[in-house]
């Protein structure tokens, strides 16, 4: 087998890692909070988004733009616990025919929200303390 064949099958077999996370300003302690079914590579894709300046929030993009890269940090949160079936490649939970099994994918994607929730409620990270809108009716 070749090498290009050996490292895509570790990456298929290796879990997925999903979880919440929060980018800092080290300078004001302003967060920003979301969750994410690809931990691994999340920072790497924030960072990316922040560096295009086309980050879904217009605030932490701002605050990016203005103190610069240097100034925040990256933090998982908490990760999501997962069964020995999530893979990579999602071939644990494809069905004949193509797709996934959309049932066990919703589970996964209910229990990230979940847990963003937590974090949110514990850490309240609405503006002007932190990087989110504050929820509707106060928060």
Do not use: C
Not at 98 to 119: F, H, I, P, S, T
């Amino acid at each position: 087998m070749d090498r290009r064949k050996e490292l895509q099958n570790e990456f298929a077999m290796k879990k997925r890692t999903m979880g919440v996370f929060q980018i800092r300003n080290l300078g004001s302690g302003k967060r920003y909070i979301a969750s994410t079914s690809t931990l691994d590579s999340a920072w790497h894709r924030e960072r990316f988004m922040l560096n295009m300046g086309s980050h879904i929030n217009s605030l932490l993009q701002a605050d990016w733009k203005q103190d610069g890269e240097k100034q925040f940090e990256f933090e998982v949160l908490e990760s999501l616990k997962l069964g020995d079936e999530v893979r990579n490649d999602y071939k644990d939970i494809k069905v004949p025919g193509g797709g996934v099994q959309r049932n066990v994918v919703m589970a996964y994607r209910d229990e990230l929200k979940k847990l963003e929730k937590k974090w949110m409620d514990q850490l309240i990270p609405y503006d002007p303390q932190g990087y989110h809108k504050p929820p509707k009716g106060g928060s």
